[in-house]
């Protein structure tokens, strides 16, 4: 896992795709702009969306409430999804670092608070999405209450599942502007 203090920083040694090393600084990153991708050394996947920074952590896999945890630890949360268009981004994005074998990756949403009222827990707003797996959320067994991106048919879509199933997760840091007042705590 990466120190916090590290993730705060976000200023991080990655590997890219061309196998050039180099050192990459998020705050310079422009918008919508590929960082890393899945390396076999163990070094942290991220990417850009708008005003978000995800940090995909394919190496280890967790359950749910450790997951979210995890984000804390990084001064991060779980991913909660905005819009299909940002929907369709991040999973075109976990799909092509994964071709060899398909992983599911945690958001934040949940019904854990009142049974089929999903919600994202990064945010409290309601999940509104038309991407879940044909049938979902369907509670199998009245036990799925954490959603997650999951692969089925060849396709990235929404799920419920147990929140002890363990998964690789997505955390999310959302770039908030600087006000002129207050420039220095940026």
């Not at 070094?43 to 984000?71: F, M, S």
């Not at 994202?120 to 199998?140: A, C, E, I, L, T």
């Not at 954490?146 to 955390?171: E, G, K, P, Q």
Request: aromatic share 12%.
């Amino acid at each position: 896992m990466i120190p916090s203090k590290l993730a705060t920083l976000f200023s991080l040694i990655v590997y890219l795709q061309y196998s050039h090393c180099c050192e990459i600084n998020l705050d310079v990153v422009e918008e919508n702009t590929d960082v890393c991708v899945k390396t076999p050394l163990n070094i942290p996947v991220i990417t850009t969306y708008g005003n978000k920074t995800y940090y995909l952590e394919v190496n280890n896999q967790i359950n749910w409430h450790n997951a979210y945890l995890a984000c804390k630890q990084y001064n991060m949360e779980l991913i909660n999804i905005d819009s299909d268009a940002e929907f369709d981004y991040i999973r075109e994005f976990i799909n092509s670092l994964t071709t060899a074998q398909k992983l599911n990756f945690w958001t934040s949403g949940n019904d854990l608070g009142t049974e089929g009222e999903y919600k994202w827990m990064s945010n409290g707003r309601r999940v509104f999405s038309n991407r879940w797996h044909k049938g979902q959320p369907d509670n199998y067994g009245g036990l799925e209450d954490c959603i997650h991106f999951w692969h089925v048919s060849n396709v990235y879509l929404l799920n419920d599942s147990t929140c002890a199933s363990n998964m690789a997760f997505i955390c999310q840091s959302i770039k908030k502007p600087c006000s002129v007042q207050r420039s220095w705590q940026c």
